[in-house]
Nanobody
Framework: QVQLVESGGGLVQLGGSLRLSCTASGIRFSSYTMGWYRQAPGKQRELVATISSDGATNYVDSVKGRFTISRDSSKNTVYLQMNSLKSEDTAVYYC??????????????WGQGTQVTVSS
């Protein structure tokens, strides 16, 4: 049984920081591209950041320079360090584990989401 369990969300003030964690079980963690997505009220889910199995990272432009994604294979955990938080970062953040071969998705799993609220 695959599980992705997120933690670390909460209420933070404008300009503050939070670190999200996502611990995976039931998958070969090192083989998956791990990602963070978010969905704000009334909006579509969007990609925030991904980190491949070999450590290559990708970010949406709006978080570049403020957010950092990392992974620890010894703990089967992916992190999202979020600094200089803005009100537009308020959303439910979802962890994703994806395995693809030649752009064909083989496996794709989602966590339950964790709420991040940035207040002024």
């Amino acid at each position: 049984q695959v599980q992705l369990v997120e933690s670390g969300g909460g209420l933070v003030q404008l300009g503050g920081s939070l670190r999200l964690s996502c611990t995976a079980s039931g998958i070969r963690f090192s083989s998956y591209t791990m990602g963070w997505y978010r969905q704000a009220p009334g909006k579509q889910r969007e990609l925030v950041a991904t980190i491949s199995s070999d450590g290559a990272t990708n970010y949406v432009d709006s978080v570049k320079g403020r957010f950092t994604i990392s992974r620890d294979s010894s703990k089967n955990t992916v992190y999202l360090q979020m600094n200089s938080l803005k009100s537009e970062d308020t959303a439910v953040y979802y962890c994703n584990a994806n395995m693809a071969y030649r752009k064909i998705v083989i496996s794709d799993y989602w966590g339950q989401g964790t709420q991040v609220t940035v207040s002024s």
